[in-house]
């Protein structure tokens, strides 16, 4: 596993943890769910453009 460092705006971060409580994970663990389910749309979505 590789570790980052990003910067992000107070106002995301805020939303971020909102949806952290809200979905009872970890900002970390959320992060990484939200960003694979993106990478999985859009993988989704150039699959369906070339069929």
């Known amino acids: ?3 980052i460092n990003i910067a ?10 909102t949806e952290c409580q ?6 970390q ?3 990484k769910l939200v960003c694979a389910e993106k990478i999985s749309e859009i993988q989704a979505s150039i699959i369906s453009k070339t069929v």
């Open 1 to 3: 596993m590789l570790q």
């Open 8 to 17: 992000l705006l107070l106002e995301l971060l805020q939303s971020i943890d």
């Open 22 to 27: 809200r979905e009872n994970l970890d900002r």
């Open 29 to 31: 663990d959320w992060i």
